[in-house]
T-cell receptor
Framework: GAVVSQHPSRVICKSGTSVKIECRSLDFQATTMFWYRQFPKQSLMLMATSNEGSKATYEQGVEKDKFLINHASLTLSTLTVTSAHPEDSSFYIC???????????????FGQGTRLTVV | GNSVTQMEGPVTLSEEAFLTINCTYTATGYPSLFWYVQYPGEGLQLLLKATKADDKGSNKGFEATYRKETTSFHLEKGSVQVSDSAVYFCALRGGGADGLTFGKGTHLIIQP
C-alpha cells in the first residue's frame, strides 16, 4: 500500500507555544488529506478535510484559528496547533487519499500519528 | 449523522481461538465499511473492506460481511495468532461525508 509519513511522532511543548505536525504522502499524490484526533480510549474524530490548494473544511466544534491546516502541495499537509494548552494534548493522525475526488470506495492511507503533550 | 459502535476491549484470547469483534453502524444511504488494524508503534492499515450489502471482505484470514438488515460488519477469524495482537477499528464512509467515521477501537491480545 501507499506510504504516509507523519512527523514528529512525539512532541512535548510548553503551554502557549505553537506546534507544527507534518504529513507527507511518499509515493503517491494526495488530493485530499484528513486530520483526526484521538482521545484516550475514544475513537478517532475527524477534525478537518483539506484539499490541495484550497482552504480546509473543519468539522463542527473544531476551531479553525487554533488548528491551522495548510495543504500547499499534493504531497504535504501540515497541522499547526497554535497557542497550545494542556487540553490540546492528544494523539493526532493524518490520512491521505490519492488523486481525484473521494468516493465511497476510496482507500485512505494513514500516518503513524503524533503524540502531543502540552505542559 | 454517521456513527460506529464496536465492542469494548481489551479482548484476550488464547492462540488458535475463534475471534469475533462486533461492529454496528448508523448512516444515511449506503456507506462503505472498513476494518483497520493498528499494530504497536505503527499507523492504521486497511485490513479489509466491503462496499455494498452482502459483500464479504477478507484478508489475512479475517472476514467481515456487510449486513444491511442488521447494520453490522462483524470481524471474524477462525484461528488467531499472537501476531494478530493489535487494535482493530471499524469505520465507515458515506452519508455525504468524505472522511471516515470510526468506532472506538478494540484492543485484541492473543496469548501463546
Amino acid at each position: 500500500g501507499a506510504v504516509v509519513s507523519q512527523h514528529p511522532s512525539r512532541v512535548i511543548c510548553k503551554s502557549g507555544t505553537s506546534v507544527k505536525i507534518e504529513c507527507r504522502s511518499l509515493d503517491f499524490q494526495a488530493t485530499t488529506m484528513f486530520w483526526y484526533r484521538q482521545f484516550p480510549k475514544q475513537s478517532l474524530m475527524l477534525m478537518a478535510t483539506s484539499n490541495e490548494g484550497s482552504k480546509a473544511t473543519y468539522e463542527q466544534g473544531v476551531e479553525k484559528d487554533k488548528f491551522l491546516i495548510n495543504h500547499a502541495s499534493l504531497t504535504l499537509s501540515t497541522l499547526t496547533v497554535t497557542s497550545a494548552h494542556p487540553e490540546d494534548s492528544s494523539f493526532y493522525i493524518c490520512s491521505a487519499s490519492g488523486l481525484g475526488a473521494v468516493s465511497r470506495n476510496t482507500e485512505a492511507f494513514f500516518g503513524q500519528g503524533t503524540r502531543l503533550t502540552v505542559v | 449523522g454517521n456513527s460506529v459502535t464496536q465492542m469494548e476491549g481489551p479482548v484476550t484470547l488464547s492462540e488458535e481461538a475463534f475471534l469475533t469483534i462486533n461492529c454496528t453502524y448508523t448512516a444515511t444511504g449506503y456507506p462503505s465499511l472498513f476494518w483497520y488494524v493498528q499494530y504497536p508503534g505503527e499507523g492504521l492499515q486497511l485490513l479489509l473492506k466491503a462496499t455494498k450489502a452482502d459483500d464479504k471482505g477478507s484478508n489475512k484470514g479475517f472476514e467481515a460481511t456487510y449486513r444491511k438488515e442488521t447494520t453490522s460488519f462483524h470481524l471474524e477469524k477462525g484461528s488467531v495468532q499472537v501476531s494478530d495482537s493489535a487494535v482493530y477499528f471499524c469505520a465507515l464512509r458515506g452519508g455525504g461525508a468524505d472522511g471516515l467515521t470510526f468506532g472506538k477501537g478494540t484492543h485484541l491480545i492473543i496469548q501463546p
